[in-house]
């Protein structure tokens, strides 16, 4: 009973996760879409410098896949009983992280706008500091389970 209520309250903490990232890509193709008068009826929004998607958010795209893949190389590595591989995957995975959050960080600091600029940047920095937030917390996370592995408490 209770492994399946922790498995009823996992589905529903990622279902709620999902409706809350939808609202806000909801709300950026809104805005795109169908830009209204009072940012100038066009996208970005008139005065705006948009943030060119093959730069930086590029290279945070590709270390955030790198990291799933590692992350799950860590998990098959737990299930096939290598801990040592486990625990490298975990620590690369936690590497990459880490390196997205300061790349992240890098990106807010010089971005041309701020968050008061319009629904672009509210949206902007709404929805990847919330990502953000996530990877932050998921790091913690990962931490924990490294440090649990090398204690030994998983089992295959």
């Not at 309250?9 to 609202?23: N, R």
């Not at 809104?30 to 009826?41: A, E, H, Q, R, Y």
């Not at 795209?61 to 625990?87: E, M, N, P, R, Y």
């Amino acid at each position: 009973a209770v492994q399946q209520g922790l498995r009823m309250g996992m589905i529903l903490f990622i279902v709620s996760e999902i409706m809350f990232f939808f609202a806000f890509f909801w709300a950026f193709f809104t805005s795109s879409l169908s830009p209204v008068f009072n940012i100038g009826g066009v996208w970005p929004p008139a005065g705006i410098e948009a943030i060119s998607p093959w730069g930086l958010p590029l290279l945070n795209t590709i270390i955030l896949l790198s990291s799933g893949a590692s992350v799950t190389w860590a998990h098959h590595a737990i299930v096939g009983g290598f801990k040592k591989d486990a625990l490298l995957g975990l620590v690369i995975t936690i590497i990459f992280a880490v390196i997205f959050t300061g790349l992240q960080g890098f990106e807010y600091v010089n971005a041309p706008f701020a968050m008061s600029d319009s629904v672009y940047g509210s949206v902007f920095f709404m929805a990847t500091g919330f990502h953000g937030f996530h990877v932050i917390i998921g790091t913690i996370f990962l931490f924990v389970c490294a440090f649990r592995l090398y204690l030994n408490h998983f089992s295959r």
